[in-house]
């Protein structure tokens, strides 16, 4: 398995309070996403990353922010949560190399509830 | 606008039967495509990936085909097993967008009956 860890893997918060989950990688990948699984919508991309303080927006990002301050980890924040953030967070990396497709790894995951 | 779509939700095969899952595409600019197997309280798991320069790659049990002019792949499962009962993944992406993004199907369940 890829080295990739996510914290906390399983939180409840009430609404509009800031919440951070943390991924943190031993891979040295370049590439690093943010995605959360809801039924019926697959995985979707919340924000990803391509390198140290570079990010830029996923398909849902309304809500999320993220920072990345070194290669290894890379920080998703809910500024004030909602009930409809309430779901299955997958952090993943990657890497360019050559033949490669730029594969995505995935950690376990952080289940988020929101009352 | 889903670009990715996996159109059967479920899917139950009998032990040793094949097992195809389907994946359609809407954006005829994706050219690698990736397929992920999840369990349950785990994150996916990378399986099988294609590119569009290929209409097929096998490894062991696991064949996929891609058929550009359809802008649809299935993955093939032979002979299918009781552990590869797991909701599966199809991923595309356009690798000339320089985003190295991958856009995911709604997922399929499978179920292999013993």
């Known amino acids: 398995d890829a080295g990739i860890t996510q914290s906390p893997r399983h939180k409840v918060t009430e609404t509009g309070t800031p919440v951070t989950l943390r991924c943190h990688q031993t891979e040295n990948h370049r590439y690093m996403y943010w995605y959360r699984q809801d039924p019926g919508h697959g995985l979707r991309l919340i924000h990803y990353?391509?390198?140290?303080?570079?990010?830029d927006k996923g398909e849902v990002s309304d809500g999320y922010s993220v920072s990345r301050s070194k290669t290894e980890d890379f920080l998703l924040t809910l500024e004030s949560a909602t009930s409809s953030q309430t779901s299955v967070y997958f952090c993943a990396i990657s890497d360019l190399k050559a033949g490669s497709y730029n594969e995505q790894f995935f950690g376990p995951g952080t289940r988020l509830t929101v009352l | 606008d889903q670009q990715v779509k996996q159109n059967s939700p479920s899917l139950s095969v009998q032990e040793g039967r094949i097992s195809i899952l389907n994946c359609d595409y809407t954006n005829s600019m994706f050219d690698y495509f990736l397929w992920y197997k999840k369990y349950p309280a785990e994150g996916p798991t990378f399986l099988i990936s294609i590119s569009s320069i290929k209409d097929k790659n096998e490894d062991g049990r696991f064949t996929v085909f891609l058929n550009k002019s359809a802008k649809h792949l299935s993955l093939h499962i032979v002979p299918s097993q009781p552990g590869d009962s797991a909701v599966y993944f199809c991923?595309?992406?356009?690798?000339?967008?320089?985003?190295?993004?991958?856009?995911f199907g709604t997922g399929t369940r499978l179920k292999v009956l013993a």
């Open positions: 990353s391509y390198g140290v303080k570079d990010t």
């Open positions: 991923a595309a992406s356009d690798s000339g967008s320089g985003t190295y993004k991958y856009i």
